[in-house]
């Protein structure tokens, strides 16, 4: 069976020829995609090989630009300043709506197309008024991960939380303690982004609470310093763990039975897709009908080859 990856790429290559030239009579199509993401978040770097991949593909021009901190003011000031050089369409995380919505309603008063990826609902993706949602509803994921950690007999558990201000990323803190029925409380804590620092927080907290029965990261920004915690204190293996997204120390993490599974919400479809969608729209008038949800899927041990060849790439 061919991997959905293989299959998207070559339907896209496929129709990608006769998309150019279509292109050829018109004005070159021009899209921002902007993230949330500080630069030292290397999990957006399938975001920019997603995006670099459909533009080439469907034969238009695509930028990313992000705040180089992950502050959200700034990522603000950079949706209207991409709106402000009159692209054909935005392509935004929506990681906070009370910040962003003015910039995103803005861009979508002046004409432009938007679309919402990755963080944030399909329901306030209408609310500023973009095209459509392409991404993973993260409260029902970190519910779908509690259930799954509850089932397996987790109690009790520390959220690692490096990117706090994030309302998206408390919703799946929040969501997997409401799936095992506990209060969150003191469970997650503000990890920072400091990869020496969050390994530290991680040994005080499972010192002061040696009880925990689980462990939850977010991403590999959390989830690589925490491996190396495990491994300092002799837990690795031995505790419950499970992450969101991928990448490559955690794809080794689940080979060696130290992570029981990762979330994938393909991060690739997230970027392609809306690259793909808004080609489709501006040449042909044609738009998907319903948002599309690119996750959550779980990853592990079983079935990693494709997964452990494309982490931190396409996976």
């Given amino acids: 069976m061919k991997s959905l990856l293989t299959t998207l790429a070559a339907g896209a290559a496929f129709l990608a020829a006769p998309m150019a030239a279509v292109a050829d009579g018109h004005d070159q199509l021009k899209y921002v995609l902007v993230s949330h993401a500080p630069d030292s978040d290397s999990w957006w770097n399938t975001i ?30 950079i949706i209207e300043q991409a709106a402000a050089a009159g692209p054909n369409g935005i392509i935004t995380t929506l990681s906070d709506y009370d910040v962003l919505q003015g910039p995103i309603k803005d861009a979508v008063a002046s004409g432009i197309d938007v679309i919402i990826m990755n963080s944030g609902t399909p329901e306030q993706a ?55 029925g506990v209060d969150l409380g003191n469970q997650m804590i503000d990890s920072g982004q ?6 530290n927080r991680v040994l005080a907290y499972l010192n002061a609470n040696p009880d925990t ?42 080979k060696a039975d130290v992570i029981n599974w990762g979330i994938d919400q393909q991060p690739f479809l997230q970027a392609y897709l809306p690259v793909v969608v808004l080609a ?24 990693l080859e494709l997964v452990e060849k494309y982490a931190g790439e396409y996976r």
């Fill in 280 to 303: 489709n729209y501006h040449r042909y008038g044609v738009l998907p009908g319903n948002n599309i949800n690119s996750g959550p899927g779980f990853v592990t041990k079983d079935g």
């Fill in 194 to 199: 400091d990869p020496a620092e969050i390994k």
């Fill in 213 to 254: 029965d689980a462990i939850l990261t977010l991403g590999p920004t959390s989830a690589d310093p925490t491996i190396l915690a495990l491994e300092e204190n002799g837990m690795a293996g031995d505790i419950y763990f499970g992450t969101f997204d991928l990448g490559s120390e955690i794809v080794k993490a689940i």
């Fill in 48 to 77: 920019k090989n997603g995006i670099a991949l459909a533009g080439g593909q469907m034969g238009v021009d695509v930028e990313y630009r992000n705040p180089p901190t992950g502050d959200l003011a700034d990522m603000a000031r």
């Fill in 126 to 180: 209408r609310e500023v008024g973009a095209l459509m949602y392409v991404g993973q509803p993260e409260y029902d994921a970190g519910h779908a991960a509690g259930l799954r950690a509850k089932g397996d007999g987790v109690g009790s558990f520390l959220c690692v939380n490096h990117y706090i201000s994030s309302p998206s990323s408390v919703e799946r803190c929040q969501g997997f303690a409401d799936a095992l």
